[in-house]
């Protein structure tokens, strides 16, 4: 019995991890315009185009330089599956934040 407390602490902790990062994600509105963009961003094939798809879907965009590239390659792996991503979108989302930041 003790073993399934500890479990279900662990994925408490989980859970309200992930909705830190979700609410973080969710409390701005700025959407990146082609102006503000680096070229190196802009070259990435699709990564804005699906980063503003999929992500607009439950999220108000955030600006890429807010976070770091490990950030944002974690934030991509971690909702990589609740998007339904492939990996190759979830790559291609990451490599445009990155270039982006």
Known sequence: MFHHRRAALGAGI???LLASILASLTSCRTVPT???TSAA????????????????????????QERS????E?????MRV?????????RRIARF???AN
């Open 14 to 16: 989980a859970c309200l």
């Open 69 to 72: 590239d490990a950030e944002w």
């Open 97 to 99: 934040l990155q270039a």
């Open 74 to 78: 974690t934030l991509v792996h971690h």
């Open 82 to 90: 609740r998007a339904n991503l492939t990996g190759e979108e979830a």
């Open 34 to 36: 082609a102006e503000g």
């Open 41 to 64: 961003a802009l070259a990435e094939p699709g990564g804005a185009r699906l980063w503003r798809e999929n992500c607009m879907r439950c999220h108000n965009l955030r600006d890429p």
